[in-house]
C-alpha cells in the first residue's frame, strides 16, 4: 500500500496533494491550489518516514518464484518486493495555516527542493 497524497490533518484536511512538473501544491476547493515551497511555507518537518512492501508486487513476485522453485521460491519472490516510502510531514505555512501530509518518494523529494 502506497502513501495516500493528502493531506491527513489539519488545515485542508482530506485534500490531495500532487506533484506536476516539481510543482507540489495542494488541491483547494476554491479551485486556486496552495503551492508547497519556499514562498508559502514557514517551516516544515518530517514526522515519520516508512517502507511499506507494495503487496501487488510480492504477490506476483511469489507466484512466479513458486512456479520456478516451489515453496522456498515463493517465500524469496514475495520477499524481494519492492519497498516503496512514505513520509508523513507537518508544514506550517507562512499564513499561519498549518497541515499534516502523507506523501510519496516523488512528492517528497519535490517538497525538499522547493522548500530549500
Do not use: W
Request: proline share 3%.
Amino acid at each position: 500500500m502506497g502513501a495516500k497524497n493528502k493531506v491527513i490533518a489539519g488545515d485542508y484536511a482530506g485534500r490531495p496533494v500532487k506533484s506536476i512538473l516539481g510543482i507540489v501544491q495542494i488541491s483547494t476547493l476554491d479551485f486556486k491550489p496552495r503551492r508547497i515551497d519556499k514562498t508559502t511555507v514557514e517551516s516544515y518537518e518530517l514526522v515519520t518516514d516508512e517502507h511499506r512492501k507494495s503487496a501487488a508486487s510480492g504477490a506476483l513476485r511469489g507466484l512466479v518464484g513458486n512456479l520456478l522453485l516451489g515453496a522456498p521460491g515463493m517465500i524469496a519472490g514475495a520477499l524481494s518486493a519492492k519497498s516503496k516510502g512514505v513520509y508523513t510531514i507537518a508544514i506550517e505555512f507562512k499564513d499561519g495555516k498549518r497541515s499534516l501530509i502523507e506523501v510519496d518518494d516523488k512528492i517528497y523529494k519535490n517538497i525538499i527542493k522547493n522548500c530549500f
